[in-house]
């Protein structure tokens, strides 16, 4: 399998639920903030994702943040999530993905990387032996570095079969 390669591919977050997981032997999750879970730059309260995440809690789901969005960002969304994580992780670095499983005290087959970005958040947890699942992104605010990697992201994506608009 190309390191590059989602396991899933899937419209939101809101797709993952307890079957999904269980469907797939998963019992935890690594999640990335940013156009994953908030919109790029948002402070703005999702209820919606909170809630989401709670459910997953609650069905045994362990849960942790590595995103690359500065501390304090990612400190302010943790203290409202309910769970823990870090910011600055430095993905796709295979060594943030094994201090974050370290923090699940899973193994990498049971974990899943969810993020919006091809050569961030599925590379590094395809180097780490995880299961990848790739969502759309929430909104096309992102930083100019990341509108360029998006332009190579649906070639990539397109070679596999998904034919994104983002």
Do not use: C
């Not at 969005?69 to 295979?94: C, I, Q, Y």
Request: avoid cysteine; charge should be positive.
């Amino acid at each position: 399998m190309s390191l590059l390669r989602p396991r899933d591919v899937l419209g939101h977050v809101h797709d993952i639920t307890p079957e999904f997981l269980a469907a797939r032997g998963l019992r935890g999750l690594l999640l990335d903030l940013d156009n994953t879970l908030i919109p790029y730059g948002s402070y703005e309260e999702r209820a919606d994702v909170m809630a989401w995440a709670a459910d997953l809690r609650r069905a045994g789901i362990r849960l942790y943040l590595l995103s690359n969005a500065t501390g304090r960002r990612a400190r302010f969304w943790l203290d409202k999530l309910g769970f823990e994580g870090v910011g600055m992780a430095g993905k796709p670095n295979p060594r943030a993905f094994r201090q974050a499983l370290g923090k699940l005290g899973l193994p990498p087959y049971q974990v899943g990387m969810v993020g919006d970005q091809v050569f961030t958040d599925v590379l590094g947890g395809n180097l780490a032996g995880m299961h990848t699942i790739l969502v759309h992104p929430l909104a096309d605010n992102a930083l100019p570095h990341t509108r360029v990697t998006r332009k190579l992201e649906r070639a990539v994506l397109k070679r596999y079969g998904h034919d994104w608009r983002a």
